[in-house]
């Protein structure tokens, strides 16, 4: 189940603290916690990260470095964790039992056991209750199917039971699951390779999942449906076209670095895996509404699509019209990413204000409450003119006002225009936030500048407050962006 280039890659286990999980101190989204083993909890901790505390995805970085350095003290300490787990973690009770932890957590042990080479296998006792824990949470699984959410959720646990059902030969349950998964590889994945819930990093997500089910395949001997090798393929496209140039997971709807893997080691073990050439070029993706520009040094990507699928818009941040923009792979304008699921700050980073878009006379394009909830929203966007290097959409939200905005990209300079049509009176306010406003120079033509107090999040966890820029006015304002070599 191991793939060398995700598992074994070296930026994607700095993320973990092995030698600290030696003393039960786990870092999980750049927060460190110690953790009771009689509970397997920390209730001063997010909801979220005690979902990755049962993920045990630092289990694979437990299993890389025994892999890299042979030190007994890591395999000693997996096989301590898991067991305390199994026997701490009562049925069904708990994160510990939710679905999408149970549907994380086995294909990480399988990643694990993998690595360790055998010394698992090798320990009868610790293989044998891990093996029948796998079957008690495959089988709970299997009957606690997220079907209320659908979306990522339901491909996670899909992905996983159709693993976990070859594995253990359980015939009838894996011809089942391997229909509901083609039909949601149908479902999920637009026509232009975009996971439909418009998140780079849950795209991301999805697509390691579909090599994960191709290394069973070829490991337990089950066929993929017909249409798994054209999605990875327009996945990969997509995902390797959308971050070319940006130099980071670019932040539309919820996303972040440091939680998926990369792209460079994503496409790498596609290239290796399903012996697929990487097509980065394409800059169009009308079903999701992403369009790349490109000038010289800058890259650009812009959204002009929908939020999401109208069922589960969890996921969904107020950031239509907006755009983010690179020098020279280095990310220059960026919207404020999302921090965390469980905080204060939620409604901020899912707010018009907190994307490099324009508000008109206040009115968010989402009305976005708690953690994954989502009220009225836009009525529609409509892209009205598109070339290498300018975009126009008019977006019109809920109340029937509206928005037009073009962006025109030349050299080292963009020119942002924002009208609302018919209403000549309406107030506009276009924000944008700068990475490092040391590299930006902004020049208002039409409209009045002001600045706000504002937060930017490269990963989860980790916050940056800042000064953001504006500028606003009635009906129609123009600015222009100059970015200086960041090198």
Excluded at 111 to 133: C, K, P, T
Excluded at 339 to 360: E, G, I, K, P, W
Excluded at 471 to 479: C, F, I, Y
Aim: glycine letters at 6%; proline letters at 3%; aromatic letters at 10%.
């Amino acid at each position: 189940m191991a793939i060398r280039e995700l598992d074994l890659d070296s930026s994607y286990l700095a993320r973990f603290d092995a030698d600290a999980l030696l003393d039960g101190k786990f870092l999980l989204i750049n927060d460190r916690c110690k953790v009771n083993l009689e509970t397997w909890s920390v209730p001063e901790a997010s909801h979220l990260w005690n979902f990755n505390l049962h993920y045990f995805e630092w289990g694979v970085a437990l299993a890389a470095f025994w892999r890299e350095t042979g030190d007994e003290r890591y395999l000693d300490c997996f096989k301590r964790l898991a067991s305390s787990w199994i026997g701490s973690c009562s049925y069904p009770e708990g994160d510990a039992w939710h679905p999408y932890t149970i549907s994380l957590r086995l294909v990480n042990w399988l990643v694990a056991i993998d690595l360790f080479s055998g010394e698992i296998q090798n320990d009868a006792e610790i293989f044998a209750i891990m093996r029948e824990s796998m079957y008690r949470q495959y089988r709970h699984l299997l009957a606690n199917q997220e079907t209320h959410l659908r979306a990522n959720h339901w491909w996670e646990n899909l992905k996983t039971l159709a693993i976990m059902s070859a594995a253990f030969g359980e015939h009838g349950v894996h011809v089942k699951v391997m229909r509901l998964l083609a039909g949601q590889l149908d479902e999920q994945i637009l026509p232009d390779g975009v996971h439909f819930e418009r998140s780079l990093m849950y795209h991301k997500l999805v697509l390691e999942g579909m090599l994960r089910v191709y290394v069973a395949s070829d490991q337990l001997g089950f066929e993929l449906p017909s249409n798994f090798m054209p999605k990875a393929k327009s996945m990969l496209d997509a995902m390797a076209s959308l971050e070319r140039g940006m130099g980071k997971t670019p932040f539309f709807n919820d996303a972040a670095d440091g939680v998926a893997k990369g792209c460079g080691p994503l496409a790498a073990s596609c290239a290796r895996l399903l012996d697929m050439d990487v097509d980065d070029s394409k800059t169009e993706f009308p079903n999701a509404g992403y369009y790349k520009l490109y000038n010289g040094d800058v890259a650009v990507m812009f959204d002009a699509g929908e939020a999401g699928p109208s069922y589960m818009l969890g996921h969904a941040h107020c950031d239509c019209l907006s755009f983010e923009l690179s020098y020279r792979g280095k990310p220059i304008f960026v919207n404020s990413g999302t921090y965390a699921y469980q905080s204060d700050l939620r409604s901020y980073f899912r707010s018009t204000a907190a994307h490099n878009t324009c508000m008109v006379d206040g009115e968010e394009q989402l009305e976005c409450w708690g953690e994954h909830r989502v009220g009225r929203g836009y009525r529609c966007v409509e892209l009205v003119e598109c070339s290498n290097h300018s975009i126009c959409a008019c977006l019109t939200l809920a109340s029937g006002m509206q928005i037009v905005r073009t962006l025109t990209i030349s050299d080292a300079s963009v020119r942002i225009i924002d009208d609302s049509p018919g209403h000549p009176h309406a107030f506009l306010r276009a924000t944008l936030m700068a990475r490092s406003t040391s590299h930006v120079h902004l020049t208002v033509l039409v409209g009045e500048r002001v600045q706000r107090e504002a937060f930017y999040s490269p990963v989860f966890g980790v916050i940056e407050p800042r000064l953001s820029d504006a500028w606003v006015g009635r009906g129609h304002l123009e600015a222009i962006l100059k970015v200086r070599d960041p090198s």
